[in-house]
């Protein structure tokens, strides 16, 4: 079982920047395609983007342009870079290996929440 500790969350202003870490326990971390979820108020955790062994990467419409993942293999960490931050985006982010289109351990980090205001 890999875990995971999510930090770098807090409360910007719209427009803002925030960069998120997720750092992993155990020695595959390579092995595995990383993502970032978030959860809304009220909302199920959906997926935010994806980076793989190879470090390409997949962003969700909403994501894309204005977020960038990436990960550090040497470190066991991944990364979300967030930029021009707008209300949709409040929620807790998490991270999680994927595979097959689903998060792939089930127990979850504490994760870090993000709050973007008006």
């Known amino acids: 079982q890999v875990q995971f500790v999510e930090s770098g969350g807090g409360l910007v202003q719209v427009g803002g920047s925030l960069n998120l870490s997720c750092a992993a326990s155990g020695s595959s971390f390579s092995s595995y395609d990383m993502a970032w979820y978030r959860q809304s108020p009220g909302n199920q955790r959906e997926l935010v983007a994806i980076v793989y062994r190879g470090h390409t990467t997949f962003y969700t419409p909403s994501a894309r342009g204005r977020f960038t993942i990436s990960r550090d293999n040497a470190n066991n960490t991944v990364f979300l870079d967030m930029k021009n931050l707008n209300p949709g985006d409040t929620g807790v982010y998490y991270c999680?290996?994927?595979?097959?289109?689903?998060?792939?351990?089930?127990?979850w980090g504490q994760g870090t929440q993000v709050t973007v205001s008006l």
């Open positions: 999680n290996a994927i595979r097959r289109g689903r998060h792939w351990f089930d127990v």
